[in-house]
């Protein structure tokens, strides 16, 4: 799991959602926006078991593009990458507001949408379901490269 330290966030910061995360380590656009030094990402540690959960399909995605890789690089991949997984307990505080506004959408995004209530700050999402809620902007990787070219 990425590290757990908050030491060094700067800049731009943002909450980020496990497909975001998926399709950077797909080695897609959206690795250059997580690695971009200017940008801090913050994301839950559920939604770091969530990224792991998918490690094996990855590596064999990965394979069949063409890229010989085992789960266990794309593991270490995903460990080294600047991202500070934060507890529960970070948000709970947001949980019942987080709760309201997904239950309807998704229920399984709940945590990740409570983190990025409790740091006020744009959540990197590609779901649509986060379209149009209430207390938080949700950026696609779209949005996240005009933001990278203009930080």
Same mark, same amino acid.
């Given at each position: 799991m990425p590290s757990t330290s908050t030491a060094g966030a700067s800049g731009s910061v943002?909450?980020?959602? #496990?497909?975001? =995360?998926?399709?950077?380590?797909? &080695?897609?656009? *959206?690795?250059?926006?997580?690695?971009a030094p200017r940008l801090a990402f913050f994301t839950t540690v559920r939604t770091t078991w969530e990224v792991e959960?998918?490690?094996?399909?990855? #590596?064999?995605? =990965?394979?069949?593009?063409?890229? &010989?890789?085992? *789960?266990?690089e794309v593991r270490a991949t995903f460990r080294s990458l600047p991202i500070v997984a934060l507890p529960e307990s970070f948000y709970e505080s947001q949980l019942a507001q987080a709760r309201s506004l997904m239950e309807a959408r998704d229920p399984d995004d709940v945590d990740i949408l409570a983190l990025a209530l409790r740091l006020q700050v744009?959540?990197?999402t590609n779901d649509r379901h986060f379209r149009g809620l209430s207390g938080v902007q949700a950026l696609t990787t779209v949005d996240m490269l005009s933001v990278l070219q203009s930080s």
């Open positions: 943002f909450a980020v959602d #496990a497909n975001a =995360l998926i399709a950077a380590l797909l &080695r897609g656009k *959206a690795m250059r926006i997580v690695t959960r998918y490690l094996p399909e990855l #590596a064999a995605e =990965l394979s069949r593009r063409g890229v &010989r890789i085992e *789960a266990e744009p959540l990197w």
